[in-house]
């Protein structure tokens, strides 16, 4: 059974060094899909999920991953922030929340008015011809991708690829720098939506528990830090209605 929202409202409300970290499950609400869950990537048949975001093969066939990415990443324009995006970014407005670690490359805490986002996957709004370094903005890319086109460099002729982390290549150090400081400070951390499987993402809550915060979990299904959490749920909605009361 899961905790109630009351007492999930009474940890925030006592907490001065509240961070969230979140994950994909956060904005399937929004009609943008999961890794792991029932509707996620990996559960299609269609696509190599592990393919599709592989540094080496995206270097051998960029075609891959402009070609399927087409359907959920190149279409942001039209995905909304739902209640989870807004109430973080009120939260964050009352000095309630000091900041959003994000695993996502959505884009929707920026869209719903966070303002302190650290985005450990690096962000879609950026592009780069990896031989001369010539950065192209998303819209133009977006419009390239969604007509069908891999897009290479006119200035020459190079792979362009987004700034999100492929797997096999590390996270910027900076963000995560500042994402392992807030960890450690925070006396409460929201993780919301996130299995928690990957690293050094999933490393953050450690540290929170590690320097003497509590930990409230909401994802769908299990964690491995859900004994040591003070507050488990499920439900993401049930709980950010509740939070809507700060």
């Given at each position: 059974?899961?905790?109630?929202?009351?007492?999930?409202?009474?940890?925030v409300?006592?907490?001065r060094?509240?961070?969230?970290?979140t994950?994909?499950?956060?904005?399937?609400?929004?009609g943008?899909?999961?890794f792991?869950?029932?509707q996620?990537?990996?559960?299609?048949?269609?696509?190599?999920a592990d393919?599709?975001?592989?540094?080496?093969?995206f270097?051998?066939?960029?075609?891959?991953?402009?070609?399927h990415?087409?359907d959920f990443?190149?279409?942001?324009?039209?995905?909304?922030p739902?209640l989870?995006?807004?109430?973080?970014?009120?939260?964050?407005?009352?000095g309630r929340?000091?900041a959003?670690?994000?695993?996502?490359?959505d884009?929707?805490?920026?869209?719903a008015?966070?303002?302190?986002?650290?985005?450990?996957?690096?962000?879609?709004?950026?592009?780069?011809?990896?031989?001369?370094?010539?950065?192209?903005?998303?819209?133009?890319m977006?419009?390239?991708?969604?007509?069908?086109?891999?897009?290479?460099?006119?200035?020459?002729?190079?792979?362009?690829?987004?700034?999100?982390?492929?797997f096999?290549?590390?996270?910027?150090?900076?963000?995560?720098?500042?994402?392992e400081e807030?960890a450690?400070?925070?006396d409460?951390?929201?993780?919301?939506?996130?299995?928690?499987?990957?690293?050094?993402?999933?490393?953050?809550?450690?540290?929170?528990?590690?320097?003497g915060?509590?930990?409230a979990?909401?994802n769908?299904?299990p964690?491995?830090?859900?004994?040591a959490?003070?507050?488990?749920?499920?439900d993401?909605?049930?709980?950010f209605?509740?939070?809507?009361?700060?």
């Amino acid at each position: 059974m899961a905790d109630s929202p009351d007492e999930l409202v009474r940890l925030v409300r006592e907490a001065r060094r509240c961070v969230a970290l979140t994950g994909a499950g956060i904005s399937t609400l929004s009609g943008i899909p999961d890794f792991r869950g029932p509707q996620g990537l990996y559960r299609r048949t269609d696509i190599d999920a592990d393919k599709l975001f592989d540094l080496r093969y995206f270097l051998r066939d960029p075609s891959y991953y402009y070609r399927h990415a087409k359907d959920f990443l190149y279409n942001l324009e039209d995905k909304e922030p739902n209640l989870i995006h807004a109430v973080l970014a009120e939260m964050e407005q009352q000095g309630r929340l000091r900041a959003v670690i994000t695993q996502n490359i959505d884009l929707l805490h920026r869209k719903a008015g966070s303002r302190r986002v650290l985005e450990l996957h690096g962000s879609p709004l950026r592009h780069r011809c990896l031989e001369c370094g010539r950065e192209y903005l998303f819209e133009a890319m977006a419009r390239s991708v969604r007509a069908g086109e891999t897009p290479y460099c006119e200035n020459c002729g190079g792979i362009i690829k987004p700034d999100i982390v492929f797997f096999g290549e590390a996270l910027p150090a900076d963000v995560l720098e500042d994402a392992e400081e807030e960890a450690a400070q925070a006396d409460l951390m929201l993780v919301l939506g996130s299995s928690l499987t990957v690293y050094p993402a999933a490393a953050l809550p450690e540290v929170t528990v590690r320097c003497g915060g509590k930990l409230a979990v909401i994802n769908a299904s299990p964690t491995h830090l859900d004994d040591a959490a003070v507050w488990r749920g499920s439900d993401l909605v049930e709980a950010f209605t509740a939070l809507q009361t700060l």
